[in-house]
């Protein structure tokens, strides 16, 4: 599996706090079967961005963890009026491998209303927005029919995989089951900060995906199209109208 979406680099924001604590979080992915993964630190009020900073890290933790999983630049973009300005000057300072694909994640309290127009300026610079964990974003989870025009414009969606679950609660979780459905889920990751609680295994998750979406689904969410995300190339497989029975009928 390739995650996506991970805060594994230590003391750079809310996720891992030291070395030790990135290592036992990257063997954990490992174990799960990770093969690759995406350290995305945050670029936001709080915690400022320095790719210099950020390709240092990974090399630091790349040497201390061996050969496996692979890691690979990244970021959790925030919408600000600075992170937007630098973005569409250096499209490859805030993407995945510097190739195009970004994640981007908005906050809980406002969605701006020019964010089609926004998008559309992004892939004009060259990149590829990727919406982060919409299921969980108090806003969103109930602007479906935005999230639709979105994706249909060519913005992509990326779920939290443990929201299948049940990790984020109810509505989360309710709500990320309707976006499967809907065929808008492109990605999931695990945007994992910790080993207890918001972990890097995804294991249980794809397994879960494979039992009630089937494993075709499984190997697009959690395979092909990271791949493609991986490479910055356009995603070959597009993501299936996935719609079975309820999402509470496992229980």
Known sequence: MIDIHSHILPGLDD??????ESVAMLRQAAAAGTTDIVASPHANQEYAFDPLVVER???ELQAAV??????????DFHLTLENIEDALRSPGKYSINHRGYLLVE????????????????????????????????????YRLPELEAWVAEGAHLQVTAQSLLGRFGRTARKCAHELLGRGLVYFLASDAHDTRWRTTALDESRRYVEKRFGPEAALRLFVENPRSALAGVPLTAVPLPIRRKPWYASF
């Open 15 to 20: 996720g891992s706090k030291s070395l030790e």
């Open 57 to 59: 890290k990974i090399g």
């Open 66 to 75: 061996g050969d496996a999983p692979r890691i690979h630049y990244g970021c």
């Open 106 to 141: 908005f906050s809980d309290f406002l969605i701006p209303k020019t964010t089609g127009q926004l998008f559309a300026s992004m892939r004009k610079a060259g990149l590829r927005p990727i919406v982060t964990h919409p299921e969980r974003n108090q806003l969103l989870q």
